[in-house]
């Protein structure tokens, strides 16, 4: 029985754990209260580790399509036929034949941060599509126009705030995002305790709603207008103050009048929220000697996403808090660099997608566009598919096309642990091991953190004889797309020679640490198996930028350019009822809910109704309610709940689990209704091609049949799937 020491990786909290392993299991997991960061915080996610590493339904061998049907195969067998079968389509389509998915948990492993742009770089297809356009994207396409890098995005520092307005977040349940903040409800208290306070805007009173000093709820997909409505009013009663960003901001001017028509008054309808509250609101965050604006899901899978994004910043620099301490600042990883203050900037569009014309994004394709290349015939038609920790079948809008897609293509690899909704479509699947089993350090998240801090660990438990690291199945794939076969030169791949004591990742890593802004070493992090912290976050502007001018562009003129469009929006409200997504803290996305102590309980699939909409529509809590859409529809059992505003409701994603031809005993037991069955894959934020998720408009009516548990109905190839849920 021995103690290792890791950083859970299925949130973006990036929470020390303590782990007790008895041989090749996992037998306990408690936070790491040693930890620098985390201290010893943990939620009931991180906690399942263990359950995670022994569940059952955990490939542990390739599967290779025989026949028909997916059998065990050895990882020899499985990369020859990745080999051939990817080489074959190259061969007679040419290289955008071959869509890459990347998904969520790409971010969260060392391997996807160390490799994926190398896997992206050899596909050499254009037809590259991540869950960042379900999730991010307009963040960095507002933070790419406004610094000119798509990762310079600015965090709140939570811990030395005054106030912190959230839109269109819950940490209390997702524990942040694009903001690394373990504990986050813990943090947010500590703000109310020492004289702070926080605000939160959201249709939904979640966790984090109940717990602030005020919470307003809005109109889904209309935090645009209320933002706009606020950047009028801090010019309107001179409240607009750069500080010392001063010298460094270009377009305020501009932006002053794109805000002009918005003013409190204007917006106050439409996005639910009184124009005096508007009012209230800004000379608030005005007020304060130090505070942050925050947006997120609610804030970027919208209609208006990347306009949203972008007004978050500028208020934030208009009311002087980018880059000061208690503002929204930059974080400085142990593997980043400091800049030199200008750069090449940003653009998109630099190709289009063959189908619809969608423009580039950072270097992909919206997925809201996947189905379209894989169904049109023509020259360029997507034929083969790679995901990688990616389940596009739950995850992306009107995502019973998008499945029955899946089903067409000659030929799909997917790298991933469970035999699932989409990897059940894959020729060939090649599982990575679970955490436990993998270093760790947080490419992604460390550079989004509260506080500069580092850590890396070596596995907990040692790979058995069958398993493969994922770095060495992801090294594979991009041998085999540079042609030379599923037997490369892994080191040579990554430009990597000679001999030396620690593995390729850590020879990786150590060249960025030892050029990065502390010198630090992976050896120097070994010996510290609880993270070391480098301090607060510092002030990091104009370094941190890397426009042509040098300065920040607080108007880019492709954002500019859309305000037209919000402005159509303002004068054309829309009404009937729309649905609005959530998450839940024993829940992650589509994939955590095979393992028992997440999913027993409280059925977490609800759809949640205002009393007010029940008693109109004839809804009583606990009976069916018939879900439609533009594009499907599905059957959920009502929740009437008075969290929720009038004329919306909320389904989490991530759920139906009624699929056949999967392996997940658990979650099939608890199979909830897919989300994603009504979202459009028509609708889309233009300047990210982000997809609309929340805001969809709806018709709930009650089912027409009594609810029979667990009978579930689906009509494969159709929008139509039917759930009657617990
Ligand atoms: N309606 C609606 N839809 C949404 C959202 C929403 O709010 N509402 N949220 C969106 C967001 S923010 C996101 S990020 C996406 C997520 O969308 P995706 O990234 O497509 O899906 P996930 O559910 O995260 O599934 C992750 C997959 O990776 C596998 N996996 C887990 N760990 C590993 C690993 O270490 N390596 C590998 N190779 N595979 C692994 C899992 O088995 C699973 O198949 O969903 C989006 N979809
Ligand atoms: N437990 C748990 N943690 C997670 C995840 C998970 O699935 N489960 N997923 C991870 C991932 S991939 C991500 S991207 C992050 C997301 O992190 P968050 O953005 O904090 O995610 P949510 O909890 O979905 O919170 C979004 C909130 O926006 C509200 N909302 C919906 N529409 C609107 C709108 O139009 N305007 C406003 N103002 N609010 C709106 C919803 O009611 C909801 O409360 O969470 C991460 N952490
Ligand atoms: S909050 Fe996130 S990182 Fe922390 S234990 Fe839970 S899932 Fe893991
Ligand atoms: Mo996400």
Redesign the pocket.
């Known amino acids: 029985m021995r103690t290792a020491y890791t950083t859970c990786?299925l949130c973006e909290a990036t929470c020390g754990l303590e782990l007790t392993v008895e041989g090749d299991r996992i037998t306990a997991v408690r936070g790491d209260r040693e930890d620098r960061f985390s201290g010893g915080y943990l939620c009931p996610k991180g906690a399942s580790l263990g359950a995670l590493d022994a569940d059952p339904d955990r490939l542990r061998t390739p599967l290779v399509r025989r026949g028909g049907t997916l059998e065990p195969a050895s990882w020899d067998e499985a990369f020859a036929l990745v080999d051939e079968r990817l080489g074959d389509v190259i061969a007679a389509h040419g290289r955008d034949a071959v869509a890459l998915?990347l998904?969520?948990?790409?971010v969260?492993?060392l391997?996807?941060g160390l490799y994926a742009g190398a896997l992206r770089k050899a596909a050499g297809t254009r037809n590259v599509f991540t869950?960042s356009t379900?999730?991010?994207m307009p963040k960095h396409v507002a933070c790419g126009y406004l610094y000119g890098g798509i990762f310079t995005i600015p965090v709140p520092d939570i811990d030395r705030t005054d106030f912190l307005l959230l839109l269109g977040a819950d940490p209390f349940s997702s524990n942040g995002?694009l903001w690394t903040v373990p504990d986050a409800p813990g943090r947010l208290r500590a703000l109310r305790r020492r004289g702070g306070a926080f605000v939160v805007v959201d249709p939904r009173r979640s966790r984090t709603a109940a717990a602030a000093d005020e919470h307003l709820p809005i109109v889904p997909g209309t935090d645009v207008f209320l933002l706009l409505g606020m950047v009028n009013e801090l010019f309107a009663a001179s409240l607009v103050d750069l500080g010392a960003l001063a010298p460094h901001v270009a377009g305020v001017d501009a932006v002053r009048a794109l805000s002009e028509p918005f003013t409190p008054e204007a917006v106050a309808a439409r996005c639910g929220i009184a124009a005096d509250g508007i009012r209230a609101l800004t000379h608030r965050l005005a007020a304060a000697p130090r505070a942050a604006v925050y947006g997120r899901?609610g804030t970027t899978?919208v209609e208006f996403g990347t306009v949203a994004s972008w007004l978050v910043d500028v208020l934030n620099v208009l009311t002087g808090n980018l880059d000061r301490p208690g503002g929204a600042m930059f974080p400085l990883p142990a593997h980043g660099r400091r800049g030199t203050g200008s750069g090449p900037g940003f653009t998109t569009g630099r190709w289009r997608s063959r189908v619809r014309g969608l423009p580039e994004v950072a270097g992909e394709l919206p997925v809201v566009t996947l189905a379209d290349e894989i169904e049109t015939p023509g020259p360029g038609r997507v034929r083969a598919l790679v995901t990688?920790?990616?389940?596009?079948a739950?995850?992306?809008?009107n995502s019973a096309r998008l499945d029955a897609a899946l089903s067409t293509v000659d030929f799909m690899v997917?790298?991933?642990?469970?035999l699932?909704e989409?990897?059940r479509h894959a020729d060939v699947i090649l599982p990575?091991p679970?955490?436990g089993r993998?270093a760790h350090y947080d490419l992604a998240f460390l550079a989004l953190a509260v506080r500069n801090v580092a850590k890396y660990t070596r596995p907990a438990v040692p790979l058995g004889p069958d398993e493969r690291d994922?770095g060495e199945?992801l090294l594979r794939l991009t041998g085999i797309f540079a042609g030379l076969g599923p037997d490369a030169d892994l080191d040579a791949l990554v430009g990597l020679s000679g001999e030396s004591e620690l593995t390729r990742e850590e020879r990786l890593l150590d060249a960025r640490l030892r050029s990065g802004p502390y010198g630090l070493s992976v050896a120097d992090l070994l010996d510290r198996p609880h993270g070391v912290d480098l301090g607060p976050l510092t002030s990091r502007v104009p370094e941190v930028l890397r426009t042509p001018s040098g300065r920040i562009e607080l108007c880019p003129e492709p954002i500019a350019a859309d305000v037209p469009r919000v402005l159509a929006a303002l004068r054309a409200p829309s009404d009937g009822l729309v649905l609005v997504?959530r998450?839940h803290l024993r829940s992650?996305?589509?994939?955590l809910h095979n393992v028992p102590a997440l999913v027993k309980g409280k059925d977490l699939c609800t759809l949640l109704v205002s009393p007010a909409d029940a008693e109109r529509l004839g809804l009583a809590d606990g009976s069916a309610a018939r879900v439609t859409s533009r594009v499907g529809e599905v059957e959920a059992t009502v929740e009437v709940s008075a969290d929720m505003a009038a004329g919306v409701v909320s389904?989490?994603?991530?759920w139906g689990h009624d699929r056949p031809g999967t392996r997940l005993a658990t979650a099939r037991a608890h199979p909830g209704v897919n989300?994603?069955l009504l979202?459009d894959d028509l609708a889309v934020d233009p300047l990210s091609g982000t997809?609309v998720?929340?805001g969809v408009p709806v018709v709930v009516t009650p089912a027409r049949t009594a609810p029979e548990p667990h009978r579930t109905t689906a009509h494969a190839g159709t929008a139509h799937a039917t759930t009657t849920a617990q």
Do not use: C, K, M
């Open positions: 990786p998915y998904g969520n948990p790409n969260h492993s391997a996807g869950a379900l999730d991010q995002s899901i899978t990688v920790a990616g389940n596009p739950l995850s992306a809008p997917s790298v991933d642990p469970y699932n989409t990897t990575p679970p955490p993998r994922e199945i997504g998450r992650n996305n589509s994939w389904l989490p994603h991530g989300v994603n979202t997809a998720l929340n």
